[in-house]
């Protein structure tokens, strides 16, 4: 007796991800949804713009202020319109504050750490996140525990430091207490933990590549757009701080930030020429993010993608 094996339906029916039959003439109903682009309706358009303007508003009012006199700044209600003494202003700005070393020495104070920041924590966090040694978790408790601490209640010590290593008023003792950060070190951890398969690390080690090796070849480019993001993090938030410059630092070698604070001098506030100044230190920022913001976009969306 022979035994026939039925052929196989051609036309068995599909299954959605729910597990349930797709009736037949539903395989292309599935095909179209699959392909569909969805088009957001009227109403997150109007959200949209409403955040656009709320976003760019401050930026705005800056440009406007700085284009005023201080009368007309103070008056009610204030000017919505920018007038005619912009770049009076900035050229006041500019020569009052000595913008222009303050500018050269945040881009390198700024382009250092935020370096330093990137390679130092991308090394770290793949460590952490890859890598097995003794101790691993309770050394990543520690890194995260030091964001719990206030980093004013290490100015006086470190201050102390800095007068000893004779970097007091010099652009080291502003590189060097954050050459890397916590912060970076945990990101880029829960980064490489996600975006980097093991499979890929096991296979450079059977390779006979070292850690070194499998880092520059392997993780470094998976870790890109992380990279890239960090990096502008970074970058802005070194560009902008003011505490510890303005305590180490001194108007004969400023950063941004501190260079501004000449221009609040006086008994009487010229709101105009402070405006014009923090117009003058947003614009490098404003530059760097038209230039790289779309790599840094295109980058996370990448990166977002599995292949």
Not at 123 to 146: D, Q
Not at 149 to 171: A, D, I, K, N, T
Not at 212 to 223: C, G, K, Q
């Amino acid at each position: 007796m022979t035994i026939h094996s039925l052929p196989a339906r051609t036309d068995a029916p599909d299954r959605t991800p729910a597990g349930k039959p797709v009736r037949r003439g539903g395989r292309r109903l599935l095909r179209e949804r699959a392909g569909r682009q969805h088009h957001a309706g009227p109403l997150a358009y109007v959200l949209l713009a409403v955040m656009a303007v709320l976003s760019i508003f401050p930026l705005y009012w800056t440009m406007v202020a700085a284009s005023t006199d201080n009368t007309r700044v103070s008056q009610t209600p204030p000017p919505f319109l920018p007038g005619p003494n912009l770049f009076s202003n900035l050229a006041r700005a500019w020569d009052e504050a000595a913008m222009g070393k303050a500018m050269i020495n945040s881009l390198i104070v700024a382009g250092v750490i935020a370096l330093s920041t990137v390679m130092f924590a991308t090394l770290a966090g793949f460590a952490f996140a890859k890598l097995r040694f003794k101790g691993r978790n309770a050394l990543l408790m520690l890194v995260i525990g030091t964001m719990l601490v206030p980093p004013q209640l290490g100015v006086v010590p470190l201050f102390m430091l800095m007068s000893e290593l004779g970097w007091s008023q010099q652009l080291p003792a502003v590189i060097f207490p954050t050459l890397v950060s916590a912060v970076g070190v945990f990101f880029m951890r829960q980064y490489l933990s996600e975006a980097l398969p093991d499979e890929l690390v096991e296979a450079g080690r059977v390779d006979g590549a070292h850690s070194l090796r499998i880092f520059w070849s392997i993780v470094l480019p998976v870790a890109r757009p992380a990279m890239a993001v960090l990096f502008m993090i970074t970058f802005v938030h070194a560009w902008n701080d003011f505490f510890w410059p303005f305590v180490v630092l001194d108007m004969t070698n400023p950063t941004v930030p501190v260079a501004l604070t000449q221009l609040s001098a006086g008994y009487v506030r010229d709101q105009s020429l402070i405006m014009a100044g923090a117009l003058l230190g947003t614009l490098p920022l404003l530059a760097m993010f038209v230039v790289f913001g779309r790599q840094i976009v295109s980058g996370i969306m990448a990166g977002a993608v599995k292949g």
